[in-house]
C-alpha cells in the first residue's frame, strides 16, 4: 500500500529519537535508543499500534505529518522552523487555492508547508540560485509527497516576470530587498509578501524599502516557542530554549 | 459583485486603526484617525488603490484576509491568536481535506482559521454548549465567508460519537481532559488532539489524562510574539508586548 | 523623626497605585482609588500597621526602598528598569566602596540604585549635559537620601580625566563608543564599563569599538520580566508585559 | 600579595573558557583551548595585562569579581543565576547594613552575591539541613573572600527565632510557605521575604500562604536572558538561550 510505504515510528510518552521509514525499502532492524526493532514484521500493522522492542519496550506506529517531514528533513541552509512558517500562514490567510512564489528554496522545508497548505488547487513556485540545494529539497518534497504542489527552477530574474496573480511571495534570501521590484509585477494587488531575515539588519534595511517599492502596512516580528514540562506537582517550562530562528517582514502590495 | 462586498480600508504605513467594511452596505461616511471618506465613491476602486480622506491623506484599499477577519470578529470569549492558530497548524500538519472536530467554538476565530485551511474537501465541526456565542460565532463565519466549510452545533456528548475518521481535535473549554474520552473513538489513529488552555493548572492536569486515555507524544508549549519596529539607525522590539495569550497541549492517539 | 519623614502607602494585595508621601509636609487628605485618608493621622504609626479609609478599605504602612524610589521618580527621559540595573549589579560585582563614573545621569534613577549599593564607603560621580535633567535628578536623590553618595557635575571630557581607580563606569547616552577614550585613563584594569543602548543600532556600532579601544570581553544582552498571576487553580502569566527596556552592552577594561 | 593570590585568566574577545586561578598554589601549566600557558610566570603581572600561549594566542589577566566566582562555583543544587539575584536586589533595596536571613544555602552562590552588596556592615545568616551542602559552600564563600561576612549554620527552627530586626529573607527550599510563620517575628516590619521557586505550583502554593501569614504587596515573577551577538551587518540574538532558571516571589510583612 502506498499510503503505507512511508512509515514513522513514534514514541513512549518520554522517547525522544523518531525515524520515518519506508517499510518495504528497509528489511533490516532498527536500533533505537529504547531497543532494536524488527521493521519488516510492522509492514501489516495500523498506524497507533506498537511493537516490542528487544528491551520490552513499547514502540508506537504513527503516520508522519507535515511537521514530521519538515523536522526530520535533510537540511543544507537553516530552516524555518513551524512556529515562524505558522504565523506566516496565519498572518498571511494563507490557504488552498494561493499561488505561492517562493524566492529562495532551500532545503525546502517551508515549500513543504506551503504546499500542503495551498494544494489541491494551488502551487508553490519556487526559485534558487543553488542547484545542489535544489536536488536536496526535491528529495524532501518527494518525501513528504508535496512535490507534486511544487515547481522548483533555477533562480532568473526573467523566469520571474512570466508569473501573474501571485498570492503571496515568500523570500527567503540574504537581500531580499533586491527582489521586491522583480516580484512587484507578478502579485496581486494587496496580496502578502513575506520576508525571512536573520538579522536585524535586514529588517532594518528591507524597512527602507517597502514603501517606495509598492508595499505597505509593513511589520516586523520575532516569535519564541518555550517548551512546558507538565507533571503533577512541579510543572515548569524547559529549561531549554531556541533563543532565535529568525526575524519575519510583512507588507502588503499596492497600487503605485 | 461577490467578493466585492467586503470590503478592507487599508492604511498608511503608520497608521494602525483598520476596517472591514461593506460598500453595498454603507453609503455614510467613515471617519478615521486620518480624516473623513466617501465610503461609497470607492465601489469601483481596485484593491490597491488609495482615497484620500478631507485632510489629504491617503488611505488604501485592501482585500481583507482571514487575519483581519479574526482580529476584527465580535469576541464574546478570549479568541486563539495567529501566533497559536498558526503554531497548531505547522505542528499537526493541518491541510486541505481534514475533518476537523471542535469542542468549544467560542467566537469562532479558530474555527475560521481551520476552515481555511481544511477547504474546499475538509470540514470543521463545531459545538458550544452556548448557543448566545453560536449566533457570534455564526456571524463572524458569514462574513469571512467560512461558514460553507464550518457545521455550529449545540454540544452533546451523544452527537459527538457520530463523527468518525476525524484528523484532527481541537478543545477549547475549561475542561480540556473531560473530552479525551469522549473524542477519542472520533478520531483517526495517530491523529492530533489540540487543547487550548490559558493556565498552567490546566496543562498539568491535562497531562495526567493523557497516556492514560491513549493518546501519546504529549507535548505543551507557550508562544510569544514580539514585534519590531525597524527604522533606519534606531531599530528595536516594541515596548508593548502581550505577555501571555494561552498554553497548548498536544498529543497524538494510539490503539489502547 | 526623620526615618519617619518619608511615607510610604503600602496596599492590600490586589492594589495597584502606590504614593510615596512625607507626613510632615502634607495634612490634608489623600485620596486613593479604595478610598480617603487622613495622613495626618498616621504620623505616629509604625511600618505594618494600616488605617481604614472611609470605604472602609485597608491600607497598610510601608517604608519606601530604593526600588520604590526609583519607580515613584520623576521622568525626564527613559529609565533603567530595575531588571537591567539589577543584572547590572550582577554581572559586574557592584558593591560597597566601588568608585562609579557615570556619563548621562537623566533622571537619577540608576544613580539612587548605585549609590544604594556602592554606599556608605564608595561614591557615584555622576555627569549630564542637560542641566535641566540635573535639577530633577537632584531632587530625585534627596528624596531616596541617596545624594549623599552621588556627586552630580555638567559633563565636560576634561574633568574626566581627573577620575582615576575608577569601578565601574555607567554610560548612557545615545553614543556610548564616544566616551570610550575618555573614560578609559579613569578605569581600573580589569574593571567594566557598561552602555545602556536601547537600539539594536547602539550596541551593534558598540561593538566595533571595544576591542580596539581596550576592551575585552564584550556581552550584549537583553533582559525580559515577565509577572505571574499566581492563583490557585488559575495560574497564568500576566497578559500585560513591557517587550523592551534596553539591552546593555558589558565589557572589561585591559591594558592597551 | 594577598589581593593577588587569587587569579582570573580572562579571555580574547571570542574565547568562552575560563579559570579562577589561585597563582600561588599553582606552578604547573595551564591547559586552555587556546594553548598552554605558565602559570607561575604571571605572579607579577598587572591585572589587565596578557600572556602569549604556547599557540602564540593571547590570554588575558582580569580580577575575578562576585559573577565570575559564582558562575565558577562548585555546585550542589541549582544555583540562582545573575539575572535573578539582581533582580532581587532591584526589587527589594538590598544595600550596605543590611541583616539577611537566608534559609537554604544550596551551594552559596546566592549568600555569595548578598554579602557583597551588605557588606561591610551587614551580615548574612544562612542556613541548611545538609551538612555536605554546606561544606562546599563554605569553601565557595572563602574562595569569594565573602566568607567574613556569612555565617552558616545548620538549621533548626528553634535558633531562626534568635534573630531580631532582619531586613530581608530569602527562602530556597521546595516548601518555602513552611518558614514564613517562622521567620516572621524575626523581621523588620515592611522587609521583603523572596522565595524561590523553580515551580508553577510552588507559587502557587505560596499565593495561598502570604496574606493570611501576614505578608502584603505579593508578586511573583520570570526572569529571561537573552545574549545578542552584535556584529557590524549582521548583529542577531543569541541561538541558545537558558529557556527558565526560576520563578521567584516577592511579599513584604506587615503587623498581623
Redesign the interface.
Known amino acids: 500500500m502506498t499510503v503505507f510505504s512511508e512509515f514513522?515510528f513514534?514514541?513512549?510518552?518520554c522517547a525522544k529519537a523518531n525515524e520515518i521509514i519506508n517499510v518495504n525499502a528497509k528489511d533490516k532492524k532498527l536500533h533505537t535508543h529504547l531497543g532494536v526493532i524488527d521493521v519488516g514484521s510492522t509492514i501489516d500493522f495500523?498506524?497507533?499500534?506498537?511493537i516490542m522492542t528487544n528491551k520490552e519496550k513499547k514502540i508506537?506506529?504513527?503516520?508522519p505529518?507535515?511537521?514530521?517531514f519538515v523536522m526530520k528533513s535533510q537540511r543544507t541552509t537553516q530552516i524555518v522552523y513551524?512556529?515562524d512558517?505558522?504565523?506566516?500562514?496565519?498572518?498571511?490567510?494563507?490557504?488552498?487555492g494561493f499561488k505561492v512564489l517562493e524566492i529562495g528554496t532551500g532545503s525546502g522545508a517551508l515549500s513543504t508547508?506551503m504546499a500542503?497548505?495551498v494544494?489541491?488547487?494551488g502551487h508553490v513556485y519556487s526559485f534558487d540560485i543553488n542547484d545542489e540545494f535544489m536536488a536536496i529539497a526535491k528529495k524532501n518534497l518527494e518525501k513528504s509527497g508535496m512535490n507534486e504542489f511544487v515547481t522548483l527552477s533555477h533562480y532568473e530574474a526573467e523566469k520571474i516576470s512570466e508569473y501573474k496573480d501571485i498570492d503571496l511571495v515568500i523570500i527567503d534570501l540574504g537581500d531580499p530587498w533586491t527582489y521586491l521590484d522583480i516580484v512587484y509585477p507578478c502579485m496581486?494587488?494587496?496580496s502578502f509578501v513575506v520576508c525571512i531575515c536573520?538579522?536585524?539588519?535586514q529588517?532594518?534595511k528591507?524597512?527602507?524599502y517597502?514603501?517606495s517599492r509598492g508595499y505597505?502596512?509593513?511589520?516586523?516580528?520575532?516569535?519564541?516557542?518555550?517548551?512546558?514540562?507538565?507533571?503533577?506537582?512541579?510543572?515548569?517550562?524547559?529549561?531549554?530554549?531556541?533563543?532565535?530562528?529568525t526575524?519575519l517582514?510583512f507588507a502588503?502590495?499596492?497600487?503605485r
Not at 495500523?46 to 506498537?50: L, V
Open positions: 514513522f513514534g514514541k513512549v510518552s495500523d498506524y497507533g499500534s506498537h508506537f506506529l504513527l503516520p505529518n507535515i511537521y514530521d513551524p512556529k512558517y505558522g504565523y506566516i500562514a496565519g498572518r498571511t490567510g494563507l490557504k488552498n508547508f500542503s497548505i494544494m489541491p488547487q496581486k494587488s494587496g536573520p538579522t536585524m539588519n529588517i532594518e528591507l524597512s527602507n517597502f514603501y505597505i502596512d509593513s511589520e516586523y516580528v520575532e516569535t519564541f516557542l518555550r517548551k512546558i514540562e507538565a507533571r503533577e506537582g512541579k510543572t515548569r517550562p524547559n529549561m531549554r530554549m531556541i533563543g532565535h530562528t526575524y517582514g502588503r502590495k499596492v497600487l
